[in-house]
DNA sequence: GCCGTTTTCGGCCCGACTGTTTTCAGTCG
């Protein structure tokens, strides 16, 4: 089975932290890193890259990195790795996970006390060792007990949905405060990466020690990491850490800027302010001493000559040269979006009758709404009940005012590629959406001949949460996405983007390959109960940073040009 | 380990905070 981007992403990872540990050239680490970053951002799959012989042509790929990646992908194995690794111990890389705790420490506390694992560290932190160290103290060694603490109750990344309701509240609250005079969101959450490691929170002000107090006192915090003039630190209550930074109203725009990111975005830009003769950090853009005001971030990129570059796009994939020549695309808005598709109701595993659905789908201004309950194999509606369901859809259909509700269902796709609704039935739908369930664990190969085959059935419309991945850190299953979304591409079948907080499927860095083979998208909600219609702008999001526009996306038609669309498409497969 | 119409060798982002220090190292973003 042949690594995934995510899997050779984590190895390179691992290879810079190991070369940091043994106090290696901190730049051959950051080679590694900046590998790493450029693997797992890439839209098209690493081993397709490797075996067309075209890994060398990716930034920061030399002769090193393409050999010993090649060989990674190949094999699965890296020579070069063991080597390095062989007389470490395997626990010693969990250390770099707990807080304050980093390559240097690591390799002190392995060479003076032999520790290799976060329990062998604990140990040591509890028996005293650790302050006895050069360089470290009560303090330090009481701060890597709480790290190892925090370690236990949480680890890893957060739901973009759970972020972002915590940002917004933290941001409502500060803006409130005196002396504040701009507050915005940064960091992935600004972006809207599908899971943010923390919340930051930019201000502008010239009471910063005031700001900071008060926001380490906000409701839900925890514990207070730091609190100095210009940044605080705080955990929120379930654990969400949150960093809060003050600036001068003149710096407002580059710090903004500069907190968003991305990091490879920033290395790019501070690099188009040198090539000019100017300096750019989070302070301002300066030419020598003087500073070029920047008001907003859009006067900022104008300095540049850049249109402004919306945050969702700032992953260095290419919005800098687009930026430059003028051709961003328009991107997509919650508001272009007319139709809630992929709507359960209590037919199957729904909470809400579909007369309530249809209520709250207008309250959210929506003109249309597919109900699309699971078919049998996911203890959903056979054939016979699917029949029942429609007559209930024909009445409400005729009772709910300014909303359209077209037949629909998530059928499933049976692990040999058929779908378990006859066809007979299926022609009755006025919308197929068909999804992978079940049989997650094919192989590749297997796993692209049964989507393929399900996508090729005349009354699919939408490939449903096409990868299967749960966030924050289930990957999804394995098969060749290319091959896929060509399917879909070939045969007119939409691709959808889920817009449930866990799926959020397909991934954002498939997008645009997508889209540049032929692919129409349709933003899924998957809503199960009423709040879930809330999920739409996190879809939106994902659709953004996949560089779409309204033309792209299915459900921003209205209701009879999404009628007509469907069945044309079905006539012309017909014949 | 990568990179180059300023360089094929010598750079590679940099500032805030903390804790341990009498001037700085490590971590983080």
Redesign the pocket.
Known sequence: MPMTNKEVAAFLERVGEI??IRGE????????Y??ARTIESLGEDVSKIVADGEL?E???????????VSELVRTGQMK?YDEITADLPEGIFEL?D???????????FYDKLGIGSVAELEAAARSGAL?EL??????????ILA?IEQGKEHRGRWLLSQAVPLGERIVAVVEKLEGVKRVSL??SIRRRRETV??I?VLVSSKR?AHV?AEFTKLDGVER??????????AVFSPGI?A?L??VEDKSFATALHY?T?S?EH??RM??LA??R?W?L???GLFDGDKMLASKDEKALFAHFGMDFIEPELREDTGEIEAALKGALPDLVESRDIRGALHVHSDWSDGRVTIEELAREAVSHGFSYMTISDHSQFSHGLDEKRLGEQWKEIDRVRRIAGGIDILRSCEIDIMKDGSLDIDDETLQGLECGIASVHGSTELGAAEQTRRIIAAVSNRYVDILGHPSQRLLPDQGGMAFDVEAVLSACAARGVAVEISADPMRLDLDWRYIKTAKALGCKFAIGLDAHEKEHFGWLTYGVSMARKGWLEKGDILNTLTARQFRERLGRRRKRRKA
């Open positions: 070369l940091e050239n901190v730049f051959k680490a950051r080679a590694y900046s590998a060398d990716l930034p920061g790929f030399g002769e090193a990195l393409t050999e010993k070069y770099l707990v807080g304050d705790v980093g390559p240097k420490k690591v390799k002190l302050a050069p360089g470290m103290g009560d303090k330090s060694q009481a701060k790290g940064g960091g490691g923390d930051d910063g900071i207070v990491l730091a609190s100095g003039d210009t940044k605080g630190s850490q960093d930074r003050v907190f990111g990091k920033n290395v501070r690099q040198k090539d003769g300096k950090n989070e302070y």
